[in-house]
């Protein structure tokens, strides 16, 4: 699987996810940040799970329809909870988030917006 994580996901996810056998490239490793709208885009072309801790990619798929190859959103989690967090979710739920969902992950909770809006776990 493919992935590419936002600049504000700790970028010893990196490592980690590339061990395990994930395709990731970071975009703290490009020499300026191209905003939101071309992440997401570039993502999508390239066919990579976007990691992030934003919410406004969501933001930008859900309600301004921007295409997407699934969107993984980590929220409150320490630098070794985004490690573990990822690993499980991606797991557990890349197909779904290649299918194109947008999933919230907490330490304790997980969340999915189903293509097309339905939810479910």
Not at 30 to 47: Q, S
Not at 61 to 69: K, Q
Request: proline content about 2%; hydrophobic content about 45%.
């Amino acid at each position: 699987m493919k992935v590419l994580l936002d600049t504000c996901v700790w970028g010893g996810v990196r490592q980690s996810l590339s061990a395990a056998g994930y395709d990731v490239i970071w975009a703290g490793d490009w020499k300026e940040d191209p905003g939101d709208d071309e992440i997401l885009a570039l993502a999508y072309r390239e066919r990579r799970v976007l990691v992030t801790l934003d919410k406004d990619f969501g933001t930008l798929a859900f309600l301004h329809g921007r295409p997407h190859a699934g969107i993984l959103r980590l929220v409150n989690l320490s630098t070794q909870q985004q490690i573990s967090v990822c690993l499980t979710v991606l797991f557990r739920h890349g197909a779904t988030l290649q299918a194109g969902a947008i999933v919230t992950a907490e330490s304790n909770r997980i969340r999915i917006r189903q293509p097309g809006g339905l939810r479910g776990l």
